[in-house]
């Protein structure tokens, strides 16, 4: 196949950060310094921005195509499953044998499929063995009684930056991983993504940009976008009206972008299916369209274009302390040090809004001393970014974690706790509450004999005074600040012989 050469690839690369690698058990998904994991905020526009964005639909909206529930009776989004490093693994034959990879593939039987073990669709099966760091993906997969058979099948290193082979297709038409470019419901619950978005659009160029390895179309007229094509969303979109989750999303989106995987529908975005995923507040992301976003030129990145390794920038910013708890309305500070850069100034955010607010708490632009807010927000846990002002799109993160003050018990005792008292004595009682400012109590006494005979009487300061006739009596003391906290003393009452003294 004819290889897509860019038409203007400027020769200075604009800056961008130390990439952050996001986590996948006890992995990565791919090197920091891979290009899903590379920032592209600051790369120039591709000369053909506005010619793929009107191609593919400046005002046809964003779709993202994952959520919870079933949409047309199948579940929504592409399911993934995390499996041990012990998985067996299971051979698979394919369609397309020449571009796949033998295997075998640790994927189980019945591991879910895209679309349900029903599904007339594309019945993605990804799974990733989070311990020997390797991913699996088959694509139109069937599972068989002890096998698979499917269109296509890739394994991928976690570890390496190697892409596949030039011109190879994947699970996917762009030859490239799935499961990178996904939308994860556990990363929005965290507070920040760090990779692209994988996307579709209905028709492509019968070309492939880097890191893309195969092309999907016999068009080749300029005008349609090639696979690997990236996009973002662009950086004066105004993202503060959406939920905490969706700006978790759409800042990925100005931050990492999308790149284009496959033909489908126009501006659809990937991600898991997850139950746990709020379709309604989802739909508010449709309220954007193609217009809101410009392609990039990522080859002033490329080092090698059989390796997904892209050129990082030397400044990096670090925020100390990485995890912290603090209680609602507390004050924090946060040191931020910005390597390799005369340049110490950096711009806070929480959460992607600048200087934070009510919700998720404030931080000072200067002294990077954060208030939690009033009170617990959800999800509880916030992040907090400082961004190098010399290089905006060097970023360091803290995690902050709001909790509510732990507030012990008010407690109550009694002194003495039991005692014996002559018929018509007196014996003056204390009571000692903590955990309040409040100390004062109530006193009662009550009989505990047989017939409820009078008990006698206490005051206001805790002095009893006991009837001529004998008697057992209970004495309490309530606090008045938490009135179901109390102690009790026993007193017997009873006339007290006294031996004489010879």
């Given at each position: 196949m004819k290889r897509f050469v860019c038409a203007a690839v400027l020769c200075a690369v604009t800056s961008t950060?130390?990439?952050?690698?996001?986590?996948?058990?006890?992995?990565?998904?791919?090197?920091?310094?891979?290009?899903?994991?590379?920032?592209?905020?600051?790369?120039?526009?591709?000369?053909?921005?506005?010619?793929?964005?009107?191609?593919?639909?400046?005002?046809?909206?964003?779709?993202?195509?994952?959520?919870?529930?079933?949409?047309?009776?199948?579940?929504?989004?592409?399911?993934f499953v995390l499996v041990p490093g012990t998985q067996p693994k299971f051979p698979a034959t394919f369609l397309y044998a020449d571009e796949s990879d033998p295997g075998p593939y640790a994927v189980p039987v019945n591991a879910p499929i895209e679309g349900g073990s029903a599904s007339t669709g594309d019945r993605h099966v990804i799974t990733v063995d989070a311990t020997n760091c390797f991913l699996y993906e088959l694509y139109n997969a069937f599972p068989q009684t002890s096998s698979w058979k499917a269109d296509s099948g890739a394994i991928f290193n976690l570890s390496s930056n190697a892409l596949r082979p030039d011109t190879w297709t994947s699970a996917d038409a762009a030859g490239l991983p799935i499961f990178p470019g996904l939308v994860r419901y556990d990363e929005v619950l965290a507070g920040e993504i760090r990779h692209a978005v994988r996307f579709t659009v209905p028709r492509t160029q019968k070309a492939h940009l880097w890191p893309a390895r195969h092309d999907a179309s016999s068009l080749t007229a300029p005008q349609y976008p090639p696979m690997g094509a990236r996009f973002r969303l662009q950086a004066n979109f105004d993202i503060s009206t959406f939920s905490t989750a969706n700006r978790v999303i759409l800042t990925a989106l100005k931050r990492y972008g999308m790149m284009l995987a496959d033909n489908g529908s126009a501006w659809y975005i990937s991600g898991t299916q997850d139950d746990r995923w709020d379709n309604n507040d989802l739909n508010q992301l449709k309220t954007l369209t193609g217009a809101n976003f410009e392609a990039v030129d990522v080859l002033p990145l490329m080092i090698d274009p059989n390796s997904g390794h892209a050129r990082q920038t030397g400044v990096s910013v670090s925020v100390t302390p990485a995890t912290i708890t603090v209680n609602v309305n507390a004050k924090t500070a946060l040191n931020a040090t910005v390597t390799n850069t005369a340049d110490q100034t950096v711009t806070w955010d929480v959460n992607g809004t600048v200087g934070g607010n009510g919700t998720v708490g404030f931080i000072d632009s200067i002294s990077g001393v954060y208030t939690a807010p009033a009170s617990v927000p959800s999800p509880a846990t916030v992040r907090i970014h400082a961004a190098s002002h010399a290089v905006p799109a060097a970023i360091g993160s803290a995690s902050v974690t709001i909790t509510n003050p732990i507030v012990n018990p008010i407690a109550v005792k009694i002194t003495p706790a039991s005692a014996f008292l002559n018929l018509g004595g007196a014996l003056q009682f204390s009571a000692t509450v903590t955990n309040t400012t409040n100390t004062s109590v109530t006193w009662k006494v009550t009989s505990a004999s047989r017939g409820n005979p009078a008990p006698g009487t206490i005051t206001a300061q805790g002095l009893y005074q006991a009837p001529a006739t004998p008697i057992?009596?209970?004495?309490?003391?309530?606090?008045?600040?938490?009135?179901?906290?109390?102690?009790?003393?026993?007193?017997?009452?009873?006339?007290?012989?006294?031996?004489?003294?010879?």
């Open positions: 950060a130390f990439a952050q690698a996001p986590p996948i058990g006890s992995c990565t998904v791919f090197p920091a310094n891979n290009i899903w994991n590379t920032r592209v905020d600051q790369l120039p526009l591709s000369p053909s921005s506005s010619t793929w964005v009107n191609t593919i639909g400046a005002a046809t909206h964003l779709h993202p195509d994952f959520g919870s529930g079933l949409i047309s009776g199948e579940p929504f989004g592409i399911p057992a009596v209970t004495i309490t003391a309530t606090s008045v600040a938490d009135p179901t906290k109390s102690a009790s003393a026993s007193v017997s009452v009873n006339r007290i012989h006294k031996r004489a003294v010879r």
